[in-house]
């Protein structure tokens, strides 16, 4: 299958650093990108979605000002966490959908671990 | 409003033994219903996905069934293994987000699978 690759795979910050994340299609382009968050023993909660091109479409309750989100090729999304705080610590990961918008199978990353002291 | 509600939260079970774990769904319009594996500290991956007219679909050991009078699914493990230990998540796509052109994904909050030797 599709594979999708995120780096890095666990980041440890102080707090008040930004921290960038990136969220790679490997073997297939995708013009949309998905973002979710996940605490512990939690469901996946969708962040926002990214689209190459053009701006990110938020979720209501999620800051953009605080998520940064960049689409800035066929391949490639990055989610930039600014200012980070304790709270922002959280297991984000990303998906790419193969095929289109007609056939939207996501292909999940093996998500990024974020830990704000 | 859409929900996706998964029984039971968590579940131990001898290794060989079979189970099967519920969904039950809320999600209007109805377009598809995936099962999902996610390992600790991994991203999720796909175990099945059935539209509206399938009833039931298998892969390998996973068998899952569908039934769109009364939404509900069920996911059935056959001779379970060690690996099998896991969240498995059942998602359901409500029909193509008028915006996006995506599918809105709507996660249920898993259950935790524990296979013991």
């Known amino acids: 299958g599709a594979v999708v690759s995120q780096h890095p795979s666990r980041v440890i910050c102080k707090s008040g650093t930004s921290v960038k994340i990136e969220c790679r299609s490997l073997?297939?382009?995708?013009?949309?990108m998905f973002w979710y968050r996940q605490f512990p023993k939690k469901s996946l909660m969708l962040m926002a979605t990214?689209?190459?091109?053009?701006?990110?479409?938020?979720e209501q309750g999620v800051e953009k000002d605080k998520f940064l989100i960049n689409h800035a090729s066929l391949t490639l999304s990055t989610l930039t966490v600014t200012s980070a705080h304790p709270e922002d610590s959280s297991f984000y990961i990303c998906?790419?959908?193969?095929?289109?918008?007609?056939?939207?199978?996501?292909?999940f990353g093996p998500g990024t671990r974020l830990t704000v002291l | 409003k859409n929900q996706v509600e998964q029984s039971p939260q968590s579940l131990i079970i001898l290794e060989g033994k079979n189970c099967t774990l519920q969904?039950?769904?809320?999600?209007?319009?109805?377009?598809?219903l995936r099962w999902y594996k996610q390992d600790t500290g991994r991203g999720p991956v796909s175990l099945t996905i059935?539209?509206?007219?399938?009833n039931t679909k298998s892969n390998g050991r996973y068998t899952a069934t569908l039934d769109a009078d009364t939404k509900q699914s069920s996911l059935h493990i056959t001779a379970s293994q060690l690996s099998d230990s896991a969240s498995y998540i059942c998602?359901?796509?409500?029909?193509?987000?008028?915006?996006?052109?995506?599918?809105?994904?709507?996660f249920g909050t898993g259950t935790r699978l524990l296979v013991s030797p």
């Open positions: 990214s689209n190459e091109g053009s701006k990110a479409t938020y």
């Open positions: 998602v359901v796509s409500a029909s193509n987000d008028p915006d996006s052109g995506f599918q809105k994904l709507v």
């Open positions: 969904c039950n769904y809320t999600v209007s319009p109805f377009s598809n």
């Open positions: 059935m539209t509206f007219s399938e």
């Open positions: 998906s790419a959908p193969l095929g289109g918008r007609a056939y939207d199978e996501q292909f």
């Open positions: 073997d297939f382009q995708a013009t949309t």
